[in-house]
């Protein structure tokens, strides 16, 4: 099962209250396939989504309608208003007319928590979210740009803001931004799947810092490693030429800890050190050794 359908089966699962109950169906019918007064339909692959909505037709509009499925592999659920006297309660009950615009009616939202309703049930029946561990999107789908842009004006009313794109002949309004998509499920209440999409991102937050720390000191452990080279064949060219035992009896002394621990960094060599040298008195040497070997031809 997808992170959008468990989402949907959650938001299935919280009836509607009585005083928001046309609100939440009222969004259901609006997302739909189609909604007007010559035809209802809508349209799932979410056997829930299918059976809520038959629900909330019953208890709303007082509507009995039954759910057709078909497709083997990807089952698609369909409820179909076959009824004009049927189809023509539900419009004029939401405050349509014959020749109105077919906009989202806000004086529908009076009651409190409606709003939150409406977008739930338009969600149910034309939005998706991805899963958290891939990307954080949500999405909800539209036939006319003018209903991509209500939605989103309804929404920026609450504080939540979409984007809009046309993707082929529909109208999708969007966040990728995963603090938007927080809010908007909680504002739908999907309180349970919220939480799980914010410890995927805990996770994923945690996994990325681990990484970026252990790719730093792979880089650190690589370049004291070439280093330690370097330096081991510049002492070893000094020897095998009879002038280290001719340098001072400093530079002697570092030069015989490194060749006696080629693997490790200059900090671990100060603590080495019988003189008590500082990493910085290491590095000092160090680089003398290395002009004096530079300068043997």
């Not at 999107?137 to 842009?149: G, H, N, V």
């Not at 989103?152 to 969007?174: A, E, P």
Request: hydrophobic share 35%; proline share 1%; net charge positive.
């Amino acid at each position: 099962m997808s992170f959008s359908t468990d989402v949907k089966n959650e938001l299935c699962s919280v009836s509607a209250s009585r005083t928001v109950a046309e609100a939440e169906c009222y969004g259901m019918l609006f997302g739909c396939r189609s909604f007007s007064f010559d035809k209802i339909f809508f349209q799932t692959g979410n056997r829930e989504t299918a059976e809520h909505f038959i629900n909330l037709l019953r208890h709303t509009f007082d509507i009995t309608a039954s759910v057709s499925s078909g497709g083997d592999k990807k089952p698609t659920y369909r409820v179909c208003i076959e009824s004009d006297i049927d189809r023509k309660r539900i419009m004029y009950r939401l405050g349509y007319s014959v020749d109105s615009e077919l906009v989202i009616k806000t004086d529908r939202f009076k009651a409190e928590g409606s709003v939150k309703a409406f977008v739930k049930g338009v969600f149910l029946a034309a939005g998706n979210v991805s899963d958290p561990e891939k990307e954080y999107r949500i999405d909800f789908s539209f036939k006319t740009s003018i209903d991509a842009e209500q939605f989103v004006n309804l929404l920026s009313s609450k504080g939540i803001n979409l984007s809009i794109c046309k993707r082929d002949s529909r109208y999708i309004t969007y966040t990728k931004n995963s603090t938007t998509v927080e809010d908007l499920l909680t504002f739908m209440g999907a309180g349970t799947e919220t939480l799980n999409l914010i410890g995927v991102k805990i996770y994923k937050n945690v996994r990325n810092k681990l990484n970026r720390q252990n790719n730093c000191e792979t880089s650190n452990i690589l370049k004291t490693a070439n280093a330690a080279y370097i330096q081991t064949k510049a002492i070893e060219k000094l020897k095998n030429t009879g002038k280290l035992a001719a340098l001072p009896e400093e530079l002697v002394e570092v030069a015989n800890l490194r060749l006696q621990n080629p693997e490790m960094s200059l900090s671990e060599l100060s603590r080495l050190s019988k003189t008590k040298l500082t990493r910085s008195g290491i590095n000092h040497r160090m680089k003398k050794l290395l002009e004096i070997s530079d300068s043997i031809k």
